[in-house]
């Protein structure tokens, strides 16, 4: 009787045993983390939008080969509602020297108006407003079919006060007729 009590005891943590054996291995593949960017932020309701800022070297409001990206320059990103017009958003940042910016921007606004907005130029000779690329529409949401949090602006850019010597040349290039 005692050795029965016994060899059922060993069945018992035998089963147990494998039974826990069995759950770990079923838990494994469920706790695995998901696809991620290396460099995923620590939410996944985040998203960036980046963008650069241009100094426009031939005053031409587009960019080209004598372009030159702003450092340090500063930009706004504001969403709102598109029917009351209420400001449900607002970050400001400033360009790293490639002239990029990079805006977290938390929770989905699909249905919002989102615009990032020039501010300042950080150099004196060119800091003209154009009349185009002062703002640029980011549609900033993830039911867009892109699996990156990145969501990309149209670049913007001041005017240079002089125009570069090369840019003649260089917009004939480009296939543009001599200005003059
Ligand atoms: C926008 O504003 C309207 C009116 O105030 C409101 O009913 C609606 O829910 C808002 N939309 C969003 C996406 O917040």
Same mark, same amino acid.
């Given at each position: 009787?005692?050795?029965?009590? %016994?060899?059922?005891?060993?069945?018992?943590?035998? #089963?147990?045993?494998?039974?826990?054996?069995?759950?770990?291995?079923? +838990?494994?593949?469920?706790?695995?983390?998901?696809? %991620?960017?290396?460099?995923?932020? #620590?939410?996944?309701?985040?998203?960036? #939008?980046? =963008?650069? #800022?241009?100094?426009?070297?031939?005053?031409?409001?587009?960019?080209?080969?004598?372009? &030159?990206?702003? &450092?340090? %320059?500063?930009?706004?990103?504001?969403?709102?509602?598109?029917?009351?017009?209420?400001?449900?958003?607002?970050? !400001?940042?400033?360009?790293?020297?490639? @002239? /990029?910016?990079? /805006?977290?921007? !938390? =929770?989905?606004?699909? &249905? !919002?108006?989102?615009?990032?907005?020039?501010?300042?130029?950080?150099?004196?000779?060119?800091?003209?407003?154009?009349?185009?690329?002062?703002? =640029? +529409?980011?549609?900033?949401?993830?039911?867009? @079919?892109?699996?990156?949090?990145?969501?990309?602006?149209?670049?913007? @850019?001041?005017?240079?006060? &002089?125009?570069?010597? @090369?840019?003649?040349?260089?917009?004939?290039?480009? =296939?543009?007729?001599?200005?003059?």
């Amino acid at each position: 009787m005692a050795k029965n009590v %016994a060899a059922t005891t060993l069945f018992m943590a035998a #089963v147990l045993c494998f039974s826990s054996l069995v759950s770990a291995s079923a +838990r494994a593949p469920a706790s695995t983390p998901a696809r %991620a960017p290396a460099s995923a932020p #620590v939410s996944n309701d985040i998203l960036y #939008v980046e =963008g650069r #800022v241009y100094c426009d070297t031939c005053r031409v409001q587009f960019e080209t080969k004598l372009t &030159e990206y702003m &450092e340090a %320059a500063s930009v706004r990103l504001q969403c709102r509602n598109r029917t009351s017009d209420k400001i449900t958003y607002t970050f !400001e940042e400033l360009t790293d020297s490639n @002239g /990029i910016y990079h /805006i977290p921007v !938390e =929770g989905d606004h699909e &249905e !919002e108006i989102c615009e990032v907005k020039l501010l300042k130029s950080s150099r004196d000779d060119c800091s003209e407003r154009a009349t185009r690329r002062l703002t =640029g +529409r980011v549609l900033i949401t993830k039911n867009v @079919g892109v699996a990156t949090p990145i969501r990309y602006a149209n670049s913007l @850019g001041f005017m240079k006060k &002089e125009p570069l010597p @090369g840019c003649t040349q260089e917009l004939q290039r480009m =296939g543009f007729l001599p200005l003059d």
